[in-house]
């Protein structure tokens, strides 16, 4: 399996603008998350879903962002519109279905998208 | 879901045990205690989780202390590719990684 595969790997936009980031999990993982990292706030979970339903999007910061899952194999988180604020590195990752006990799997991450808004 | 309280940063020598510990005094019975680490601009990645007894992979070793409160991350011989950011979450319904450990092995 080629892992996580997020796209673009960096992206440059101008405050305003609507920005798309995609996200391709590992085959048969049930959970898929997105994540942003920056210095001040460290790595911050925005969304996760679960058989492709949104399960907590507690994490999103507010309305101008958005995530859907339309299928298994495909995930997007939108920015609408994007301000300077918004630039992070932005993670995606997948895990399997929870384990017996509860416990959730060991989650797989993307590279990355490196967002930077001017 | 608890938070967790970790040194910012640590340094070891290269072959010794690399102890990182984690506090998490508001865990709750039915969260586990798990570890990631980031080398330089990666994706995270797994390394161990636990919920009471303590736990060891091909990677490291969990000690989670009786009362769970806390525990500690043991690298049995530190290399200089163990390098990295390691965080220590706790997970309930809510992934919180917050900055975690900044671990540098000198050679």
């Known amino acids: 399996d080629a892992g996580v595969i997020q796209s673009p790997r960096h992206e440059v936009t101008e405050m305003g603008q609507e920005v798309t980031l995609r996200c391709k999990p590992i085959?048969?993982?049930?959970?898929l998350f997105w994540y942003r990292q920056t210095m001040m706030r460290g790595l911050e979970l925005l969304i996760y879903f679960n058989n492709n339903v949104p399960i907590d999007d507690s994490g999103m910061p507010e309305d101008r962002f958005s995530a859907k899952m339309p299928n298994a194999s495909f995930s997007t988180l939108k920015i609408q519109p994007s301000e300077p604020r918004d630039s992070a590195v932005y993670f995606c990752?997948?895990?399997?279905?929870?384990?017996?006990?509860?416990?959730?799997?060991?989650?797989?991450f993307g590279p990355g998208t490196r967002l930077t808004v001017l | 879901d608890a938070k967790t309280t970790q040194p910012t940063s640590m340094d070891c020598a290269e072959g010794r045990a690399a102890n990182l510990p984690c506090n998490h005094s508001t865990i709750s019975g039915n969260e586990y205690v798990y570890w990631y680490r980031q080398i330089h601009s990666q994706g995270p990645q797994y390394i161990i989780h636990g919920l009471k007894n303590n736990e060891t992979n091909e990677m490291a070793s969990l000690i989670i202390t009786e009362d769970r409160k806390s525990s500690t991350l043991i690298l049995p011989h530190a290399t200089l590719r163990d390098t990295a950011v390691y965080y220590c979450?706790?997970?309930?319904?809510?992934?919180?990684f917050g900055t975690g450990t900044s671990l540098t092995v000198i050679p």
């Open positions: 979450i706790i997970t309930g319904n809510q992934f919180y």
């Open positions: 990752a997948s895990s399997r279905e929870r384990l017996a006990g509860g416990s959730y799997n060991e989650q797989f």
């Open positions: 085959s048969g993982h049930d959970y």
